[in-house]
């Protein structure tokens, strides 16, 4: 079972990002690309469940999970890109990519 601390840092805003130590997407999905990678399946699988996951962060209410999700600290509203987010709601909608023909394009 893999522990994970809630970071000490605060969420992204404009005077923390100009501070520094926000949690911004990119912090995020870094974080969930190590949980995916720590995991015990196949990693495409894992790395796919894990954006999926991560999806469910920005803003709105705590979901029930584990592991990142129950981190509250990871629940603010970022700024991810519209690619990112487009390839993330055609995978949920059952588009598997590949390097020659990627979702989100």
């Not at 999905?29 to 790395?47: K, R, S, Y």
């Not at 999700?69 to 949920?92: D, F, I, K, M, Q």
Request: with cysteine.
């Amino acid at each position: 079972m893999m522990t994970i601390a809630a970071p000490s840092a605060t969420v992204a805003g404009d005077a923390d990002r100009a501070a520094g130590g926000a949690i911004t997407d990119h912090t995020q999905m870094a974080l969930f690309t190590a949980e995916a990678l720590l995991g015990n399946g196949d990693p495409v699988d894992e790395l796919r469940n894990a954006y999926l996951r991560w999806q469910q962060t920005p803003g709105g209410a705590l979901p029930s999970g584990s592991g990142l999700l129950a981190v509250l600290e990871l629940h603010s509203p970022t700024a991810p890109g519209s690619t990112c987010l487009s390839a993330l709601w055609a995978t949920r909608e059952g588009a598997r990519g590949t390097t020659k023909d990627p979702v989100g394009r």
